[in-house]
Each structure stands twice: as structure tokens, then as C-alpha cells.
């Protein structure tokens, strides 16, 4: 089984940062690629930047110069860092990664449980 726990979330000002950590930790051998996802009130999930194992990074047009992606291989960690905040950022932040695990068989999605993130305007 493998765990995604997410944390960093909270209550920020317009023009604020946050930077949101994803941890995985299970059976795990190697981990594809990972991404953040956000659902606002009542709309459907959304991606907000996708990584691969090799560093390479795409983002939705919405955050695009705002927010940064990143990760950590060795420690299963990826981050995102939200500059300029916006209050429609505000939602429930998930991260997923695509994880080979230690046992055989193709690599499965796993998903965080999420954290808030509000901005005030």
C-alpha cells in the first residue's frame, strides 16, 4: 500500500505565498510522474501542474508564472510553491503520484486526502 499526506495548506492574503509538500511513503519502488490537482467549491477537479521523473513541468494557464512544481526523487517529495495568490485559487489542493510498487504489476495512481488552501481577498 502507499500513503500521499499532504500539508502547508491554510488561510493566506491576496498577493500571499503558500508552498504545499506531498510526502508518499509505502511500497514503493519508483514513482512516475506526480502532480497537484485543486477543486474549488463546487466545481470539478482540476490539474494545476503535472512533473515528471526528470524534472520536466507543465502547468495550467490559470497559474502559469505563479506557481512552481517541483520534487524531491530521493525522499518521494513534491512540492508546490503559489506566489501571488489569487482568492479563485482557493480549493482543495491534491496531489497523485503514478508509483511502481515493490510487488509486480503496472504503476497505480495514488491520491492525498488534500489540503485547504483559502485566499482572502
Known amino acids: 500500500q502507499v500513503q500521499l499526506v499532504e500539508s502547508g495548506g491554510g488561510l493566506v492574503q491576496a498577493g500571499g505565498s503558500l508552498r504545499l509538500s506531498c510526502a508518499a511513503s509505502?511500497?514503493?519502488?519508483?514513482?512516475?510522474?506526480m502532480a497537484w490537482h485543486r477543486q474549488a467549491p463546487g466545481k470539478q477537479r482540476e490539474l494545476v501542474a503535472r512533473?515528471?521523473?526528470?524534472?520536466?513541468?507543465t502547468y495550467a494557464d490559470t497559474v502559469k508564472g505563479r506557481f512552481t512544481i517541483s520534487r524531491d526523487n530521493a525522499k518521494n517529495l513534491v512540492y508546490l510553491q503559489m506566489n501571488s495568490l489569487k482568492p479563485e485559487d482557493t480549493g482543495v489542493y491534491y496531489c497523485?503520484?503514478?508509483?511502481?510498487?515493490?510487488?509486480?504489476?503496472?504503476?497505480?495512481?495514488?491520491w492525498g486526502q488534500g489540503t485547504q488552501v483559502t485566499v482572502s481577498s
Open positions: 512533473i515528471t521523473p526528470y524534472g520536466a513541468t
Open positions: 497523485d503520484a503514478d508509483v511502481w510498487s515493490r510487488s509486480a504489476g503496472p504503476p497505480l495512481k495514488y
Open positions: 509505502g511500497n514503493i519502488f519508483s514513482i512516475n510522474d
